[in-house]
């Protein structure tokens, strides 16, 4: 009888940080990006790019609405990793401990990142992204210190379809249930009246109070994810198709249910959690795959000092203009004769060292070791 393949033990997973850093490259460069591809004289191509590297107004699904729940999901992948050996039966209150502490800095680097106590008391953003990753965070971490597997996935389930009944026949005062139009919803309506100070949207959020629950989900689909990957029992192939599989489910899935409850980025609606987090999946099943089964993380290496770093860099990015530093370097007269042979070919250079810059300081940091930890 042959024996059942054996994976060995997974430690830090290079894919993860290499997912991470190409998500990040893109959370500081997609909007510079977009707009040089806006004005680039390169015809369909250029405006294909343009019109993914932009957010959807309302319905529908673009590149550039997948990079936030990315981000999300892959804070559910690294759970497991990093709370394991904190969940015994005599450290759960360590585990404990350490969520709640990450949970309460990251929130407060999100008021930080939104100008803190230095804009007006009436313009603090309280729920913005990073207090969303900070809530998506507790709430999964806490969920998978008390659930199994299972009891995730139907954890998963109850929300995403809780959430779309509550939208569906909940009556909104002056339209009515079901009506899924902004400014018409539930999701909307709740931080019209309950959301104080600062609204990215007039007066509701696209990070607001009842979306934070379908978005804890995204961060569950990444604990399932990450658990899977640590399984002793399977073998590297097996994780990486399964999760390709699973990628590919969910999307079918989500535009399915999108007949019906429409995607929504801004409402992080359930259809939009299933689509984006089979997006997900499937990049992590290619990233795992090059990098932990391939061994060839070598070509990831920008990608894993912008990874390993991310929320340095993020903070970072708020403080320092890159987009100003790289006029420097190819400003003026240079980005000038560019758009000159070639219109937009300018704008486009002056986004390509931006996010370059990005990166040359993130590797100064992991070369040297230096890394933000919370």
């Known amino acids: 009888m042959n024996p059942t393949p054996q994976a060995a033990p997974v430690g ?9 850093g190409f998500d990040m490259m893109w959370i500081m460069g997609a909007d510079a990006l977009g707009s040089a591809f806006s004005h680039l004289s390169g015809g369909p191509v250029a405006r294909f790019a343009a019109r993914q590297l932009d957010h959807v107004a309302w319905e529908g699904i673009r590149f550039y609405d997948t ?19 904190f969940a015994g039966p ?3 209150s360590g585990a404990l401990s350490r969520i709640f502490r990450r949970t309460v800095l990251l929130y407060l680097l999100g008021l930080f990142y939104y100008g803190g106590f230095g804009t007006p008391f009436d313009q603090i953003r309280l729920l913005g992204v990073l207090q969303r990753i900070a809530l998506c965070y507790c709430g999964a971490s806490l969920l998978y210190l008390l659930l199994k597997p299972r009891g995730i996935a139907v954890a998963i389930g109850a929300l995403l379809v809780g959430y779309w009944l509550l939208l569906r026949y ?9 009506d899924f139009r902004e400014g018409h919803n539930l999701t909307n309506w709740i931080d019209a009246h309950y959301l104080p100070l600062r609204k990215w949207d007039g007066d509701h959020d696209p990070e607001g109070i ?3 629950l379908p978005a804890v989900t995204t961060c569950l689909l990444g604990v399932l994810s990450g658990r899977w990957i640590k399984r002793v029992d ?10 390709a599989l699973g990628g590919v489910v969910l999307m079918v899935l989500g535009f ?9 980025k801004k409402l992080w609606s359930s259809s939009f959690v299933l689509v984006a987090g089979g997006w997900s999946m499937l990049l992590l099943s290619a990233f795992y795959t090059v990098a932990d089964i391939w061994k060839m ?21 708020n403080i320092v203009d890159f987009g100003a530093l790289s006029a420097r370097f190819a400003g003026g007269d240079i980005a000038a004769a560019l758009n000159r042979a070639w219109t937009g070919s300018g704008e486009l250079l002056l986004a390509l060292v931006s996010i370059v810059l990005c990166m040359v300081v993130a590797g100064f940091l992991y070369r040297r070791k230096i890394f933000l930890r919370l």
Do not use: C, H
């Open 67 to 85: 990079i936030f729940p990315l981000f999300v999901f892959m804070v559910g992948v690294a759970i497991p990793f990093s709370l394991d050996r």
């Open 210 to 212: 009842l979306s934070t």
């Open 234 to 243: 399977k073998t590297e192939g097996q994780k990486a198709r399964v999760l």
């Open 170 to 178: 909940v009556p909104v005062p002056g339209f009515g249930p079901g």
């Open 256 to 264: 399915a249910w999108g007949t019906q409850f429409p995607i929504v």
């Open 297 to 317: 993380d070598r070509w990831l290496k920008p990608f894993v000092w912008l990874g390993s770093n991310a929320l340095t860099v993020y903070i970072l990015s």
């Open 12 to 20: 830090r997973l290079a894919s993860l940080d290499a997912l991470r």
């Open 90 to 92: 005599e450290g759960r």
